[in-house]
């Protein structure tokens, strides 16, 4: 079969309809998702709403949104192709490499939520302890992680829907953001929680039906071969005595004894601290998650657990059969392995689906990879917009910015963003830098700003000089030894010998640990800063939105065609006044708020506080529990003096787990958010009912009933938890004059 038939597995019409259909599908959901809430829950969007969701989001719903943030396209693609290419020690390298850093971003959460509970974005941290030149400083790095991040998830969707359709690269590249544009603009990071619970499900559904055909059909499927874990095994073992795995032990798949998956394991820790800890995405998540009961430290954690075997699953189920199917006559490339070509592109996973399932694989890998992408560019969107709002706006342009103005910041942002980096990620694609180049290069250029940012919320004595130059002179060191090496060793510097393993290893290291040797040295020469932490809860401060929630309340009161317009607490509003106008009292979301007694507040403050509190000790001594569990506990017995081939009986246990282990998944990121949720839900659709049947005066009077259920008051109450002084209550009067 040619190379240019092996590329195309669906015709170009194919990739246009999935593109355009799927996306408007999730874009009129989303926005449908969004309105019932702003209906029937109050959820009101002001910037402090659009940004963080009202702090308000329970531990299921951001496992499934950490998941899915965490599911780039590279997370499906690269974990496939390399386990082709390196064995199953590179799927294992992948998962480990970035599951790390959730488990420790945990940690980071828990401290957010103590020491700085009103906070918008991790560069509100900066400013306040060191000011505007090492907040500018964090604000490069923050954009330059976000505007990488994206540009590797457009190169890798693009290519993909390229290769398995032939779908022009410009049409889809600038046809997939539409959608996800509108349902962002439109309900802000909440959408992007209730997108991202909605891709994680098809993600999940797509890699159980591979698991399902390869290794669960209890007999030999006359077309595969495959059918049960020992078809697959026996398949796999002869796989790598026709094509062995340079790098490995006798050249078996089954193995972690491998050189290049040992070198990608390293890249891929020291790389990914980098683009979770300074993507403001993952802080959205964190921030926008309740403190209540310790919300926020078991949303990661479940997150955690429940991402850690899609990699796995993937390698395990697609990389993995692909090489066991490459001896098919059905395979696109037979008789020939893949190409390096090939492989890099992504074609792995496209192969593997098409020879598996047919027509049907192509399909499913699409809407896969198209989920991942409006997932995570909805995150990246929120992300940017955020700092772009509260790190730049309101600091260096307008710092007396109302909440209407932040909100339209925010939209602009998200637009110029999105465009301005779906040409970049076009360019890079006709200069043959794919995704897997910019995965690996990300660490070089960024990670030499995490440890500075963690010090920041954790280290009292780090000084200015400190948190401002190390960052950057690690990162020069870093390119420099990037570029030398490649020139040292392979005598030339281009995109190919950059990309070799040598050169990235090198580069992502120096960068990470570049700031262990400078932070110190920098403070032996300045000094102690004896920073003290309870600033940032005095002075990062939330958004005076109450004008704001006042006005759209008063719209989505007129929405419901109900009579209740005035507010209880008006003393104007005697019996008989009401009884004659035949309006009903009620009172608004700032009043009811207020009304809650200070000592109640602060009891539960308390308590959220303790909770925290213990937590975060957990939290502290868990991530170093699985930094030694995931980095040399599990891996480095099973890579060994000689190293492990794996047995059948290994083997199978190994596939039992995965499948068990993907429906712990499906239950978190899928059941989970609808078990926790089941009362809104149940809100939201008796408000639908009454609408339908012409009864809105019973869901006016349920809100009436019931204001602690709707969202606006949620956020209110939160807000008055944190605030020194009670919120004044404003006079819907004055807000209709």
């Not at 002179?473 to 020139?487: E, F, R, V």
Request: proline share 3%; with cysteine; aromatic share 12%.
């Amino acid at each position: 079969m040619s190379s240019q038939t092996a590329t195309r597995l669906l015709e170009p019409k194919d990739g246009y309809a999935i593109v355009v259909g799927f996306s408007a599908f999730f874009c009129i959901s989303m926005i449908f998702a969004s309105f019932c809430l702003k209906k029937y829950k109050k959820e009101v969007m002001t910037s402090e709403n659009f940004a963080t969701a009202g702090r308000s989001i329970g531990k299921f719903l951001s496992a499934s949104s950490v998941v899915s943030s965490w599911t780039w396209a590279s997370t499906l693609l690269t974990s496939s192709a390399l386990t082709y290419q390196n064995g199953i020690g590179s799927a294992y390298a992948y998962a480990a490499g970035a599951a790390l850093q959730l488990v420790c971003f945990a940690a980071l959460a828990v401290a957010v939520k103590i020491r700085a509970p009103n906070l918008h974005t991790y560069l509100e941290l900066v400013r306040v302890r060191y000011g505007k030149i090492t907040h500018i400083v964090f604000i490069v790095y923050a954009l330059m992680t976000n505007i990488l991040v994206t540009v590797m998830l457009v190169t890798g969707v693009i290519d993909s829907i390229n290769v398995i359709s032939g779908a022009n690269i410009v049409g889809v590249a600038f046809l997939l953001p539409l959608g996800i544009l509108c349902y962002t603009f439109y309900g802000g990071l909440k959408s992007t929680f209730l997108g991202d619970m909605s891709h994680t499900i098809i993600v999940v559904i797509v890699i159980l039906m591979f698991l399902f055909k390869s290794y669960c059909m209890g007999s030999k499927d006359s077309e595969t071969g495959l059918g049960t874990p020992t078809l697959v095994y026996e398949a796999l073992r002869k796989a790598s005595k026709i094509n062995p795995v340079a790098g490995n032990r006798d050249g078996e798949v089954l193995t972690f004894h491998s050189k290049p998956s040992f070198i990608f394991f390293v890249i891929n820790i020291a790389g990914n601290f980098g683009t979770v800890f300074l993507d403001q995405g993952y802080w959205n998540k964190a921030i926008s998650t309740s403190s209540e009961n310790g919300q926020v430290f078991y949303g990661y954690y479940l997150g955690f657990v429940a991402w850690m075997v899609i990699p796995l699953a993937m390698g395990t189920g697609a990389g993995l059969i692909c090489k066991a199917l490459e001896l098919s006559p059905k395979f696109p490339t037979y008789p020939n392995p893949m190409s390096s070509d090939q492989i890099s592109a992504g074609f792995v996973v496209p192969f593997m689906a098409q020879t598996l399932l047919g027509k049907n694989g192509a399909y499913a890998v699409m809407i896969m990879l198209i989920s991942c992408f409006s997932s995570a560019l909805s995150g990246e969107l929120v992300a940017v917009s955020s700092v772009c709002a509260y790190d730049i706006y309101k600091v260096y342009v307008n710092p007396k910015a109302t909440g209407k103005q932040l909100i339209n910041v925010t939209h602009l942002a998200c637009i110029v963003f999105c465009f301005l980096l779906i040409c970049f990620g076009i360019g890079l694609h006709y200069g043959d830098v794919g995704m897997g180049w910019i995965y690996e290069f990300m660490g070089v250029i960024i990670s030499s700003c995490v440890l500075p940012a963690v010090l920041v919320l954790f280290w009292k004595d780090m000084n200015i000089y400190a948190a401002t130059i190390s960052p950057i002179i690690s990162t020069c060191l870093a390119i420099i030894g990037w570029m030398c090496s490649a020139k040292g060793l392979y005598k030339s510097v281009n995109v190919n010998t950059l990309f070799y393993d040598n050169p990235m290893l090198i580069g992502n290291v120096i960068c990470l640990l570049g700031p262990l040797v400078f932070i110190p040295i920098f403070q032996i020469i300045f000094g102690k800063q004896d920073f003290n932490f309870k600033i940032f809860e005095t002075d990062i401060k939330r958004d005076d939105d109450d004008e704001e929630i006042m006005k759209a309340e008063l719209e989505i009161v007129k929405s419901n065609k109900s009579k209740v317009i005035v507010d209880a607490n008006e003393e104007t509003n005697s019996d008989e006044d009401l009884e004659k106008k035949n309006l009903q009292p009620i009172n608004s979301v700032i009043s009811y708020a207020k009304d809650i007694p200070r000592e109640t507040l602060d009891k539960k403050k308390e308590e959220n506080m303790m909770m925290l509190k213990k937590l975060s000790k957990i939290a502290n001594w868990a991530s170093l529990f699985f930094c030694l569990a995931l980095c040399i506990v599990w891996p480095m017995p099973m890579y060994g003096i000689k190293g492990y081939i794996w047995s059948r009986e290994f083997f199978t246990g190994w596939v039992v787990v995965i499948i068990i282990w993907m429906f712990i998944s499906s239950f978190i990121v899928v059941f989970g958010p609808l078990y926790e949720g089941r009362r809104s839900i149940w809100f939201v659709l008796k408000g639908v009912y009454w609408d339908l049947t012409g009864q809105s005066e019973r869901l006016s009077q349920y809100q009436i009933d019931h204001p602690e259920e709707l969202l606006s008051v949620q956020s209110q109450v939160d807000k008055r938890m944190y605030e020194k002084e009670e919120v004044d209550n404003t006079n819907i009067d004055t807000i209709m004059e």
